[in-house]
């Protein structure tokens, strides 16, 4: 049985858990706070007391052989529950490997492709004469390879798309939407690329009329997501995301360099100690925001209305080879993690309601592939030929 104390504004919550259809008390599940990610596990008898700061608040209560449940809390007068988790059903994952051969789809073209982008069935494509980037042009080309028109340029450096899925040109001073017709590929709406940069970059994506941005704090290792509702016209945070190992370092930084004013000698130790940003990619699958949460080893699947529906655990990002990047197919909306050994990548399909790795697709004899995407069940990927007497960057594509 649960009761509540008050404390100031807030109060301990308590608890227990145990198994819907034996009703023996589990041990070590997990009770989080949603909203700001404090957590507790129950002990051998199934009890739990955590801290719940503001109502209302949504817990969420989890166990590797249990379902997840969320339970929402909305009062503290009289507040009493009995949590009942069931089993999973659980089956071995059915991990297959694909080794399709690779096909050059820029062969018979003699240019070095910097950049591609996808746009619905055809691939905006950023090239030059040669490697020392000379003669621009972007090229619209079919999903086979075949061109269908180009327009030349002298300045250029990376394609960007945006979050409402619009392809730019970026330049050193300007950025530039680029227009797709049937046959027509042309650059307009010029923009300072200082103004362009400050007003996308931040932007992650955009469901319904709401804004999903990025902020990092405390040398990157505090990520914030919060959303901007066009509609409603107000802001407000979705998820907070901290490297926690790396945040208790900072607390000794000052008595680390303590004994020196110089900066040079704390900016190396930050970027000795303080390694890596956090990673926890957050993307858009149809109609729900997910956040590849590698922090605290989860998948948070959120609504339309930014409300939390599910959380999956996952351990695949603690194997060495893995790193630290994500693939979205936009077309099929299935999910890819990454992994290289001895420079050979790769890509292994997430199983979304499980967390475990379905399907294993590597790219054989071309190590160190570079700028991978996955559209509608194809890995495209940029490679040069070590033969090749121009060193000329081609396009691959290779069938899942």
Known sequence: MVKSYSQDTGFYLKGNISDSAT?????????????TGNAVTSDDKGNFS???????????????????????????????????????????PQL????????????DQPLYIKDYEFCKDKIIVLAYRDKMLSHACISLLRLNGDTICSVRFKDSRNLYKDCFGESHLLTKTTAWQIFIDSTIVDLLYPSDIDKFQEAFSPVVAELNNKFFYKQYYYNNQILQYYFYDKSAKKSEELKVIGNKSNLY???????????????AIQEQFENLAFYKPVFAPLVKLHDTICIFNYADSLIEFYSDSCKLMNEVAISFHNDP??????????????VYALFRKNGISALKEINLKTGDLNNSIAIPDFPFVENIKVHNDNIYFLYTERTDPKELKKLY???I
Not at 321 to 334: A, H
Request: aromatic fraction near 8%; charge should be positive; hydrophobic fraction near 40%.
């Open 96 to 107: 297959s490997v694909t080794t399709n051969k690779p096909v050059n789809i820029t062969e």
């Open 397 to 399: 594509r290779m069938k």
């Open 321 to 334: 080879n893995w790193k630290r990047e994500i693939f979205v197919d936009d077309i099929t909306g299935k």
């Open 249 to 263: 370092m900072m607390r000794d930084k000052s008595r680390i360099v303590m004994g020196s004013d110089d900066p």
């Open 50 to 92: 955590i801290w719940i700061q503001n109502l209302p608040s949504t817990i969420c209560i989890s166990h590797l052989n249990y379902q997840n449940r969320f339970i929402r809390i909305d009062s503290r007068e009289n507040f009493s529950i009995k949590i009942l988790l069931q089993k999973k059903i659980t089956t071995l």
């Open 23 to 35: 009703t023996v008390f589990i041990e070590n599940a997990s009770i989080k706070i949603s909203a």
